[in-house]
């Protein structure tokens, strides 16, 4: 849990707070045919991310807007923690629950920090509280508050302003987050950071989630529950692994799609197999301790080459020649890093990032952008072998 500044901790929720169940949920709009949500019942435990998905109408943001109650639903009940939402009052309900959307939504005429800071003025946070919490939110968001606090959401690149989005959401420490959609409008390689971004974030700041996405790759990547829908109704409740296992009809099998066992390689992330030791050498190292690791064994050239860094950061593949002719190791942009995986990422991203590379192998980073280790096609290949061989395997 976060540890709130001041007053702001008093009546503040539970580390273990924020456990959601819908219990017959339904949204019916007059004149329509059929409710646009129909007797929705599920239960997401505190901490856990539920991604909702399913084809366009089927009624995923809808349910959505019916947990914060920007939608009210016409039967059944909602609880939050035990308690219906229909005994709250529903503009205290909402700044109870953070909310990140596809648009972000940020306020044009409003700088970042007092973008971040609307819910906690709102709850009558004190200023210096409030301002101490939206650098705190900034930088869990990897955005330097010195360098972003003051600018406005136009300065932004559409992948920070999704940061800050999430920066807001945050600021109050809710004990729920509702996202419909927030990468989607983003391209392909911020998407991917973000994501990976925000699991990091969750694993930091755990709360519970629920996610809107058409996307059922990026619910295999991001739920501990997927729930999908089909004009209104929930179709299958279950774990990733379950879903891509034993879909629960024929639906359901076509929605995940006829490449299931590869989707399978979203359910291992890197940081979960053994990495190969990254030869790394550091930019403006002295030559001769090169040469004296690679006599001793403990530097292992990969195809005859080393990888440069700067502060442990990959910057350049380079031949042994190279790397030691002369008295130190370059310091200067020479030559590519080659692909560049996130530790977080999953062996679905991996393979994506090798395969667009043309390579065999890949140095894997942590959050800081430094190299801690190597993930080639052999090992995601071994893991999918794994995987098969486990899935094809007696139970009972």
């Known amino acids: 849990m976060v540890v709130l500044p001041g007053n702001a901790n008093r009546g503040h929720v539970r580390h273990d707070a924020g456990r959601l169940e819908l219990q017959g949920v339904t949204k019916r709009y007059p004149g329509s045919d059929r409710p646009a949500v129909d007797d929705l019942s599920l239960i997401v435990e505190a901490g856990q991310v539920c991604v909702l998905v399913g084809p366009s109408g089927c009624g995923k943001t809808t349910a959505l807007r019916m947990i914060n109650r920007l939608i009210e639903p016409s039967a059944g009940d909602i609880l939050l923690d035990g308690e219906s939402t229909r005994n709250r009052n529903a503009a205290s309900l909402r700044r109870e629950i953070g909310y990140v959307i596809q648009q972000v939504g940020l306020l044009p005429h409003q700088t970042i920090a007092k973008n971040v800071a609307t819910v906690p003025r709102l709850v009558g946070w004190r200023r210096g509280e409030t301002k101490a919490r939206v650098a705190e939110m900034l930088e869990l968001v990897g955005l ?185 190791v370059p310091r200067g942009p020479v030559g590519s890093p080659g692909p560049i995986v996130d530790r977080l990422a999953t062996l679905r991203d991996a393979l994506s990032a090798l395969l667009d590379a043309n390579a065999r192998t890949g140095a894997v980073v942590d959050a800081e952008g430094r190299c801690v280790g190597l993930v080639s096609v052999d090992h995601i290949q071994g893991s999918w072998n794994a995987q098969s061989e486990s899935a094809m395997a007696p139970h009972g």
């Open 144 to 328: 330097d508050p010195a360098e972003y606090a003051n600018r406005y959401p136009a300065q932004l690149s559409g992948g920070q302003q999704q940061r800050v989005g999430l920066a807001r959401a945050l600021a109050s420490d809710p004990p729920l987050m509702l996202m419909d959609e927030p990468f989607s409008a983003v391209d392909p390689i911020t998407r991917e950071r973000l994501q990976n971004d925000f699991l990091r974030l969750h694993r930091t700041v755990p709360k519970t989630v629920v996610f809107v996405s058409h996307d059922i790759d990026e619910a295999v990547k991001m739920a501990d529950r997927i729930a999908v829908m089909r004009d209104g109704r929930l179709v299958q409740y279950a774990r990733p692994a379950e879903l891509l296992a034993s879909p629960a009809d024929d639906f359901v099998a076509d929605f995940v799609g006829a490449d299931r066992a590869l989707k399978g390689l979203s359910l291992t992330r890197i940081e979960e197999i053994e990495l190969d030791d990254a030869p790394l050498v550091e930019a403006g190292a002295p030559s001769s301790d090169v040469l004296d690791r690679i006599a001793s064994g403990l530097l292992v050239p990969v195809d005859g080459d080393l990888l440069v860094t700067v502060e442990g950061r990959p910057r350049a593949w380079m031949s042994v020649e190279r790397v030691t002719d002369g008295d130190e």
